[in-house]
């Protein structure tokens, strides 16, 4: 059977993105129509294409209200994941639906019984074993959280702040970045809060003014829309947690993740704060130290300082120059280098299709090739634009159904055009493993529930953490890593730079604990005051200190997705350490530990709890001891 890539619209995206969505939504009625009147032959099948349609649907108006240049198109997407949304939530109170599903038998398919296994979980979940009053107060519910992050995100996007400079407060920044950012009529300078506009500056502007009004520009974002937003959204998850008897949305929120309860989230929190601890202070120190060699009436270090003076003791303590380093990683040679780096890992080929359909030029389009056969097909949106999503993230576009559809990803992010930083090379890597993970696991897998990225969600960032491991290593990088004079990064340089992020990983880990801290914090605690209560949790987990007048919560773009759950980065991490063990730092590509991570792990999908994967991999149980090991040398 041969499936082509989906047909996306050139023109007329309003009208595509109806049709996709609606028609997934006709017909998804259509198939639980037939199975609620027990008309087809196999209830798993019926519901596994009902599971399709609407992930089909989902999947294009999430995208589109992330990208779509068209801020109606955007609008259109936001307003057809709503109906999607709807018509789910409607599903998971069904009575009579879950009935027929409940019945259902799984034969001697192990996948089978484990997808009933979990819809019968979800079904539960979603209360279908409420009163008539809660099961519509459930569906109420879950409309308005939709429509709320939905408003928070676009508070976000929307959002942007700019602060205006002379020339000559622009001392230390890359002569790349001056050149881009020329002179108004005015003779000042705009700088926005974007990341290719305020990156550099706050890691390279010498002066301290500047770097403290972008600080408090970038620290409120959205705000104060998105105070109101947030207060109303955490009040309406409490409340659907409570209708499901659940105390609070971190323990409903928790129940389906690897750490399984909302209270061990703070125990890990605590676990990583204090295997941290020591080695931050340490670090924050030689930070304190340096800054008050130029600023002698300094008392602490804040974020206003945290990103230039960690980038200045690298640069003096290990003879790294981020400037120097930015001169080996051009856009256009990084991107490709990904692709030839991943294709020979996971022995992949990724052909550009000159003439795939795409929404914006800036995008490129990728059909993903092994043993040459298409396996699927990724889209590359990688720059900044109005109204476009302002982080780096994957988005699902096609969930691959083995002998129905192939699938197809999409990789959001906002870089520069031309010099990137090495962590942007990271980040690029890091965002580039949830693409490969939902190819690689969207193949020959019949049930939809389990394909791409469909394992626990604190397990998800794993394969993308473990994967930055490649941009780190010297020669990986000498095969991309290229200046404009055509010589490879040199491995000492390289050598020197991994030495130098050594430095600011406790502080690092305390400030994740901080963000987890606020995540949890927020639903659980659901405090009247969230800017005092950011404050109070800052001084709790991180060892920097609040800044006044800080509003970051109001821009946490993951307070939407990731919920209460922020901690799963870190949690993934412990996970991604432990894996990247298995591998010879002497050669990343050995094709034995590739081939078997590739079929054990990404291949796999959701198929089995996330913690088996791993131990199918690793042969053994995963451990902390990795990890502790990174943190403490």
Not at 136 to 155: D, I, V, W
Request: proline share 4%.
């Amino acid at each position: 059977m041969t499936i082509t890539a989906l047909e996306l619209p050139t023109d007329d995206a309003h009208d595509w993105l109806t049709d996709r969505c609606d028609g997934a939504l006709d017909d998804a009625r259509t198939l639980v129509e037939r199975l609620k009147q027990g008309t087809v032959t196999d209830v798993l099948a019926t519901w596994n294409a009902v599971q399709i349609e609407l992930g089909n649907a989902a999947a294009a108006a999430s995208l589109f209200s992330e990208v779509h240049p068209d801020a109606g198109v955007r609008e259109a997407a936001d307003e057809a994941a709503q109906r999607v949304d709807d018509y789910s939530t409607e599903l998971g109170v069904d009575g009579e639906l879950f009935a027929v599903l409940d019945k259902a038998e799984a034969g001697d398919d192990p996948d089978a019984q484990r997808l009933l296994d979990l819809t019968r979980r979800d079904f539960r979940r979603a209360g279908v074993d409420k009163s008539d009053a809660d099961r519509e107060r459930l569906r109420e519910l879950a409309r308005a959280e939709l429509t709320t992050g939905q408003q928070f995100a676009k508070n976000i996007r929307e959002g942007v702040r700019s602060i205006t400079v002379r020339p000559e407060q622009l001392a230390g920044m890359p002569q790349d970045w001056l050149d881009a950012h020329p002179a108004g009529p005015d003779g000042t300078i705009t700088v926005t809060t974007d990341y290719p506009d305020s990156v550099p500056l706050m890691t390279f502007c010498a002066d301290r003014g500047v770097r403290a009004a972008m600080t408090h520009e970038r620290n409120n974002i959205a705000w104060p829309a998105n105070d109101a937003v947030l207060a109303q959204l955490f009040g309406l998850r409490q409340e659907h947690a409570a209708l499901l008897g659940y105390a609070n949305w971190a323990d409903f929120d928790a129940e389906v993740k690897m750490i399984g309860e909302g209270k061990q989230i703070r125990t890990f929190i605590d676990k990583i704060t204090d295997a941290a601890d020591e080695r931050a202070h340490a670090d924050k120190q030689i930070l304190l130290d340096r800054l008050r060699r130029d600023h002698p009436e300094v008392d602490d270090v804040t974020a206003v300082d945290t990103t230039f003076y960690s980038e200045v003791v690298r640069k003096e303590e290990h003879d790294v120059d981020a400037q120097l380093v930015r001169t080996y990683f051009r856009f256009d040679r990084v991107r490709q280098g990904l692709l030839d780096v991943t294709g020979r890992l996971f022995g992949l080929e990724w052909r550009e299709v000159p003439d795939a359909p795409v929404w914006h030029e800036d995008v490129t389009g990728y059909d993903v090739v092994r043993d040459g056969e298409q396996i699927g097909r990724i889209y590359l949106d990688l720059h900044p634009r109005e109204g476009k999503f302002k982080h780096a993230a994957q988005f699902t576009l096609v969930s691959g159904v083995d002998g129905v559809q192939l699938p197809e990803g999409v990789l959001v992010c906002n870089f520069s055009r031309g010099l990137m930083e090495h962590d942007e090379v990271v980040t690029l890597f890091h965002e580039f493993g949830h693409l490969v993970h939902h190819v690689l696991g969207g193949q020959q897998h019949k049930w939809a529930r389990f394909s791409g990225v469909a394992t626990e969600w604190d397990f998800v960032e794993a394969p993308s953490q473990m994967l930055e491991e490649w941009a780190w290593d010297a020669s990986v990088l000498a095969t991309f890593a290229v200046n404009d004079a055509g010589e490879p990064i040199p491995a000492d340089l390289v050598a020197r730079m991994k030495e130098a992020e050594e430095f600011g990983k406790g502080f690092l880990a305390r400030t994740q604990m901080f963000y987890a801290a606020v995540s949890l914090g927020l639903h659980v605690d659901r405090p009247d005051d969230m800017t005092a209560y950011l404050q109070e949790t800052q001084r709790t987990y991180s060892v920097f200190p609040p800044l006044p007048d800080n509003h970051f919560h109001c821009s946490f773009g993951h307070l939407d997705g990731y919920s209460s759950g922020y901690y799963t980065y870190m949690w993934s991490l412990v996970i991604a350490k432990d894996m990247f063990s298995a591998f010879d730092p002497a050669d990343l590509f050995d094709q034995d530990v590739a081939t078997r991570y590739r079929e054990k792990v990404l291949g796999m999908g959701g198929r089995k709890d996330a913690a088996e994967l791993v131990r199918d991999f690793l042969g053994r149980d995963y451990t902390f001891d990795a990890y502790a090991e990174w943190l403490a040398r």
